[in-house]
């Protein structure tokens, strides 16, 4: 008999819940909904919001559309998509968390008033939420995806470093202290701390999860960002460790010698689908 427990900490993070609680209250009522791109980096729930009647478009396909609603994840946008919606008559639904509207109002306010300067995000390029960051300067924003690329700034001039709000405090903290052991005398440099603490504080705390187990299952959407940093942790203080997205991928010479499972996932991982992992084992056992 397996002991079985799903971490309370896991599960969607308080931008994505309201996010797909928009879109949700939009679809019961009939209407036609577009988002635009996946409204959470999880196959299974983006399936079930498209049989609710949610449509997924890109941006391509918004520059095309006409007189619509489309809802914004929480992922946030540049301000080129808010300018298409009202080019477009294009009513915008917008779900961008507010931990990233006040990170994006703070690149825009600081590029503002000193275009000079290098404004620098820790992030991954690409990403939804950088493209947004970006777009708050009109794309002259350095992207640094991991600590190597910070010697690739020109420390003769100023720096402001911001982060992705998903990305781990640890390495911005590497980040930083590389910066200020190597920028210019002449040239002034300021960090802002702007990691989300819902998320950052997920990581000790799923550390600690997946001690308690003999074998982690981490259930998470492979294009997670936040998702590849949490399942890397558990990897790193438990080695049986699994990234599924499904309970389709549970190999059952996983379950061979343990007594005890732990389920965890991203922040964009639902709680459902980490309860159907649950049942999977549970009817097997």
């Not at 080129?80 to 639904?93: G, P, V, W």
Request: glycine letters at 6%.
């Amino acid at each position: 008999m397996f002991q079985i427990e799903i971490d309370n900490g896991s599960g969607f993070c308080f931008g994505v819940t309201t996010a797909i609680k928009k879109a949700e209250e939009e679809l019961q009522k009939g209407n036609t909904l577009y988002c635009l791109g996946d409204i959470v980096h999880n196959g299974m729930e983006c399936d079930r919001l498209r049989q609710m009647g949610l449509i997924t478009i890109n941006h391509e396909e918004l520059a095309n559309l006409q007189n619509a609603k489309v809802l914004l994840r929480a992922h946030g946008e540049p301000p080129a998509t808010y300018e298409t919606a009202r080019r477009n008559n294009i009513e915008i639904i917008d779900a961008t968390c507010p931990v990233v509207l006040q990170l994006q109002k703070r690149i825009k306010d600081k590029w503002t008033n000193d275009s000079k300067a290098q404004v620098v995000i820790f992030g991954k390029n690409g990403h939804a939420e950088v493209l947004g960051l970006v777009g708050q300067t009109n794309g002259k924003a350095i992207v640094i995806e991991k600590f190597d690329d910070v010697k690739s700034l020109d420390f003769t001039r100023d720096i402001y470093l911001y982060s992705q709000t998903t990305k781990s405090l640890d390495e911005f903290h590497r980040i930083i202290e590389y910066i200020q052991e190597h920028i210019s005398p002449e040239a002034s440099f300021q960090s802002f701390d702007t990691i989300c603490r819902q998320v950052a504080n997920r990581m000790p705390n799923i550390s600690q999860f997946a001690t308690r187990h003999d074998l982690i299952l981490f259930v998470s959407g492979r294009k997670s960002s936040n998702g590849k940093v949490l399942y890397n942790e558990c990897v790193r203080v438990n080695p049986n460790s699994y990234l599924i997205e499904g309970p389709d991928e549970i190999k059952p010479e996983w379950l061979k010698d343990v007594k005890t499972i732990g389920i965890c996932g991203a922040t964009s991982t639902p709680k459902w689908l980490m309860e159907q992992c649950r049942d999977w084992i549970l009817e097997r056992d």
